[in-house]
């Protein structure tokens, strides 16, 4: 996961029976740093756009995702976002700062919500037929998602209140869809992707 300034790289890596969070220079330079650890699987997810907090996913003893947060100056004391008996996952930082969204299965299968950060305030479903891995547009008017093989966008106007317009097809493929496995450029409406290849033995 690339820092919002685009020097230093965060990454999970499981070592001495522990995972733990890293970030190390992205020019090569200098050595990592260990920013989080703990007994259990997590992945860092999202910046927020001056860099001074990190999203991250960290699944419980519940075998459920939780979504946390981490000051990355003063105490670096972690705060739980989301953390309910449902599974929430892959937070994601509006341009802004002043929202996340995540997916999470309250309604009985996964959708795309978003909430104030850091709050309080309530929470909008976004999407309404399904929805993983939401990735917002860099000018904070679209916010995207996937629906099993169709990419989706919902338009988003945050003030004077917060809206959502009705999720529409953008394109349709075969494509990666675990983890970090898509991202929209900046400054143009274009995407990229990690695409499924069939295997021949």
């Known amino acids: 996961l690339w820092s919002p300034d685009g020097k230093r790289i965060a990454y999970t890596s499981f070592r001495n029976g522990k995972y733990s969070i890293f970030w190390r220079p992205s020019d090569g330079s200098g050595s990592e740093e260990e ?114 093989k169709k990419l989706m966008a919902v338009s988003i106007e945050a003030k004077p209140a917060f809206t959502a317009g009705t999720p529409h097809v953008v394109l349709e493929g075969d494509y990666l869809v675990t983890g970090h496995y898509y991202d929209v450029l900046p400054g143009a409406r274009q995407f990229l992707f990690i695409k499924n290849v069939e295997q021949t033995h």
Not at 65 to 78: A, N, S, Y
Not at 124 to 141: A, F, L, Y
């Open 35 to 148: 920013i989080l650890s703990g007994p259990n699987w997590m992945t860092a997810c999202s910046f927020s756009p001056d860099g001074k907090e990190l999203a991250y996913l960290v699944l419980s003893s519940r075998n459920k995702g939780d979504i946390w947060t981490l000051p990355l100056v003063g105490d670096r004391k972690p705060r739980p976002f989301a953390e309910t008996k449902f599974d929430e996952e892959f937070p994601a930082f509006s341009p802004d700062g002043h929202w996340l969204a995540y997916e999470s299965d309250e309604s009985g299968r996964s959708e795309i919500y978003v909430q104030p950060y850091p709050g309080p305030g309530g929470k909008w479903q976004i999407s309404n037929e399904g929805g993983t891995r939401p990735v917002w547009s860099r000018d904070g008017r679209e916010l995207f998602f996937h629906n099993g």
